[in-house]
């Protein structure tokens, strides 16, 4: 088998002549998509900025050239030939000399197509056609005999739920309308006359998992001949990694025409456990050394196979994965357990990680799913508006332990169940599913985002109910569900989300007792934080609060100067309807209103912070009855102002920051409900821990009200103690008048732990904090001296890093620190300095930073300075 991949030296242009394009063919390598090249050869401006995005609609309403000439040998014509293209966005059609050689029409397909007698030996010209994803959709609905509605946005491509490309190309409540269109993946010639591995699937079983000695596991490995002869092949299988004997099998295996499934049993003695951040023995250990885990890689194990001159690899790992969904007396649980440990999914939804994808480099996957860990998030939902990920991504959860819960591409929408459409999927389905399967971090097959909710919130539904649910159920059940069952029986599928579990049809889209929940009311119905405190979920994956980006993102989509909110462009960088009113909105409820845009940008993003803490704290004190909150969303794909805890620079807001904090394995959360404050001391770890709590209540200038309260407790290994009640009425009375700082200190024979928390039991707007004034130290250090606990980003390309030490006048809240565009991130951030007291922050740059630009780029914002 030979490979020539053809990505090099293509040109671009309008399959038919366009006002809009006065250029010459460009120049483009794959992959890539046609707006990036586009925006390169300034045939259009960045759709990014200002309303750009209006003025590069007719790209994805086009259709597309891209034209090549490639050389073959006559070596090369040996055999039987074939294209083969692994993303193709989407309605693509291949020309080899003028004559039709194939058409991809599924984004999430992998395609090869024949090619043998139409290369030729010499010169061979080939054509790519893109045609437009949104022509089709249209064309499709007007032929479809109903209307099959879906949900849509401010700019949206039409009928999107028609044509099997990320649903969020036609435009999302965070995400811009372009349509992509393009290949991002090699483009490759291959040639065999034998044949092709399409894929390998393995089965891992412990056999003996309770032996002290030897751990005994069997291994059973599929692989997927896809043949052209009749005949013997060579086959050979190795197993490789750490702590185990490589095991090596050679035989001749006999085949058929067409696709050949060989199996191979074995056993591997001894091999290393995959284990969830943070819960691996060594983590545990860390953690109670330093509070965080090691970020260690994972024993991954090396599986090649040969067979007729093909060779395919993957990495497998060996872990127990369980997805416990039983009924019990409060309702229907759900929560994984990994290696017999229950875990407490914390974590994000995921979207694509930008709308032009030709920007989804590796690097920029690292680092967000590097934040994500750094943030003590053990899961991430892979959202079905979105697409399957690339191999990078699984690879990378694989290797840190990340749990992936896995949508299907699906969302927020009725589907059509045409032939044809039922076909692809099912061939979606199972090239997406033998891709994924193996992947150790997969935790869960899910059939969609909000499907089944979605059948209540149109007229044509809500009016022919049969019609379109039977057609949900075709569509779920009948293939994607029927796909998993067969292909991966031994992994949970979980119909939609939310979802009570399989073979649960109620519409539980507001039950709080069972499955998974998405819990919106407040944002999209403008609840009040508290309101988190009214549901008790056994588990949250999808509950959100926007803020706006930091001001140096904002910037790259407005030149006006001051922003203000109400400004178009400002306006257009938000898709949520009405998204902006209810950030300002909150400001009336909880603070004093900002003195300015600037501050509003800071204030939204301390809003979203305590919004989603306030969630999290709660939820995660019911544990073990609550066991998950995947917050929406980690990521942007485009500069807006969005439910981000990262913006689409990649800097952290501030949500981010306390999500680190929130999320920690030891934590502390302290609420108030039912007219009592709570205060809990939550630990992950299997171990007991002694503690001792402190609870001081200071007025504004810094001075303490009363005496503090401190208790010593131990910390029970695996779950959320209360470790202080009281009834409001029993604390001093004039809430406004002072805030509660609470520290939890932790003891271990490793070390000693503080976490903090402050709390106030008065709307902040009736407070009155003094003027802080903040000051500070800085010093710049080398990375080696950096503390352990401390480490980001080991990529960093500085040699240096920058030691703070902040100081307050007064009692300063929200206290944030930003650096406009300089890349890096802080050791903490939104923390509250006491008077007296002095808090040691760290930054990390990304690059070199000279230690005049850190310290005159430095913004720190604090409550009482925005206003
Ligand atoms: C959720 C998601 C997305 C959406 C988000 C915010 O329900 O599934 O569709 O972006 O809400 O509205």
């Known amino acids: 088998m030979k490979h020539k991949k053809i990505n090099k030296n293509w040109t671009l242009m309008p399959e038919k002549a366009s006002e809009r394009f006065n250029s010459e063919p460009i120049p483009l390598n794959f992959p890539t998509d046609i707006h990036s090249e586009l925006i390169k050869a300034s045939v259009i401006p960045d759709p990014f900025f200002e309303k750009n995005e209006l003025a590069v609609l007719w790209v994805g309403q086009e259709n597309w050239l891209c034209t090549n000439t490639i050389f073959v040998d006559n070596t090369f014509l040996k055999g039987r030939q074939f294209i083969s293209i692994e993303q193709a966005d989407t309605y693509v059609r291949i020309f080899i000399n003028d004559i039709e050689v194939g058409l991809c029409d599924n984004f999430f397909k992998s395609w090869r197509f024949e090619v043998t007698d139409v290369l030729k030996q010499g010169n061979n010209t080939i054509k790519l056609v893109f045609e437009s994803a949104e022509n089709h959709a249209i064309s499709l609905a007007n032929n479809y005999p109903y209307p099959v509605p879906c949900s849509i946005y401010d700019v949206v491509s039409p009928h999107r739920n028609f044509v099997r490309k990320p649903q969020c190309h036609a435009g999302w409540d965070w995400g811009p309308n372009l349509m992509a269109m393009g290949i991002y993946s090699d483009i490759v010639l291959e040639k065999t006359a034998i044949g092709f591995i399409d894929y390998i699937e393995t089965n891992t079983m412990p056999v003996n998992p309770h032996s002290s000695e030897e751990k005994e596991w069997s291994l059973e490995v599929t692989s997927h001949f896809n043949s052209l002869i009749h005949g013997n092949i060579n086959f050979q299988l190795m197993l490789s990694g750490p702590g185990i004997e490589s095991i090596s099998i050679k035989d001749k295996v006999n085949v058929g025409i067409g696709l050949n499934t060989i199996k191979k049993q074995f056993k591997v003695k001894n091999p290393e456990l995959w284990y969830v951040v943070g819960t691996s023995p060594q983590d545990e250990e860390a953690i109670l050394k330093t509070g965080r885990p090691l970020f260690l890689d994972n024993p991954l194990y090396k599986l090649e196979v040969k067979a007729g001159g093909n060779s395919f690899e993957k990495n497998i790992g060996f872990r127990t994965l369980e997805v416990v969904n039983e009924e019990d007396k409060d309702g229907i649980s759900l929560y994984f357990k990994v290696n017999d440990r229950p875990i407490f999914s914390k974590g994000m939804n995921w979207i694509p990680i930008d709308a032009l994808p030709a920007r989804q480099t590796e690097k920029r996957y690292e680092y967000l799913l590097e934040s994500l860990i750094h943030a003590n998030m053990n899961t991430i939902r892979v959202w079905g508006g979105g697409m399957y990920e690339k191999d990078f991504f699984y690879d990378y959860c694989d290797k840190k332990g990340i749990l992936v819960w896995q949508d299907f591409m699906f969302a927020c929408g009725l589907y059509p169940t045409d032939k044809a459409f039922l076909n692809s999927v099912r061939e979606e389905a199972q090239h997406q599913i033998l891709r994924l399967k193996d992947h150790p971090s997969i935790a869960l097959w899910c059939g969609n985002n909000e499907n089944l909710g979605a059948i209540t919130w149109y007229p044509e539904s809500i009016e022919n109910r049969d019609l379109y649910l039977i057609d949900y159920d075709r569509l779920n059940e009948g293939v994607i569900g029927d796909e998993v069952k067969k292909l991966d029986p031994n992994r ?376």
């Open 492 to 867: 949970i599928w979980w119909p939609s989300s939310p979802c009570a579990g399989p073979d649960r049809f109620e519409n539980n889209w507001t039950n709080d007792n069972m499955g998974d929940m998405h819990y919106w009311e407040v944002w999209h119905q403008k609840k009040s934080f508290d309101a988190y405190l009214d549901i008790k979920p056994r588990f949250v994956s999808e509950f959100g609060y926007q803020s706006f980006p930091s001001l140096s993102t904002v910037k790259t989509y407005t030149s006006e100067n001051p922003i203000n909110l109400t400004h178009p462009v400002m306006e257009f960088h938000q898709r949520s309807p009405g998204g902006n009113s209810i950030m300002l909105e909150n400001f009336t409820r909880y603070f004093r209103f900002p003195k300015s845009s600037e501050k509003m940008l800071y204030l939204s993003q301390v809003q979203q912070a305590l919004a989603i803490r306030t969630a999290c704290d709660y939820w995660r004190s019911l544990k073990p009855y609550c066991m998950g909150s995947l917050i929406w969303q980690l990521n942007d794909n485009c500069p807006v102002a969005s439910w981000s805890s990262i913006d689409y620079t990649g800097k952290w807001k501030m949500l981010h920051y306390e999500a680190k904090k929130f999320f920690s394995p030891i934590a502390l959360s302290i609420y108030s409900k039912d007219n009592k404050l709570l205060v809990f001391g939550i630990n992950d770890l299997q171990k007991n821990l002694n503690a001792k709590l402190n609870i001081s209540f200071y007025d504004f200038k810094g001075n303490k009200i009363q005496d503090d309260i401190e208790k010593s407790f131990s910390l029970i290994a695996d779950s959320a103690n209360e470790i202080f009640s009281s009834a409001l009425e029993t604390l001093p009375k004039q809430f406004s008048e002072y805030f509660i700082y609470a520290n939890m200190e932790v003891n271990t024979e490793q070390g000693k732990q503080n976490f903090d928390a402050t709390y106030f039991l008065s709307e902040y707007k009736k407070t009155n904090p003094e003027k802080a004034d903040i000051c500070f130290n800085c010093v710049e250090k080398p990375i080696s001296e950096l503390p352990e606990e401390i480490a980001l980003s080991k990529g960093t390309k500085s040699a240096t890093f920058f030691q703070l030490e902040l100081k307050a006048k007064a009692p300063a809240f929200f206290v944030s620190l930003d650096l406009a565009a300089i890349e890096g991130v802080f050791s903490d951030n939104l923390f509250t300095l006491i008077p007296g007291e002095t808090k040691t922050i760290y930054f990390i740059p990304e690059k070199k930073l000279h230690i005049q630009r850190f310290e005159k780029t430095l913004q720190i914002e604090d409550l009482r300075s925005s206003y």
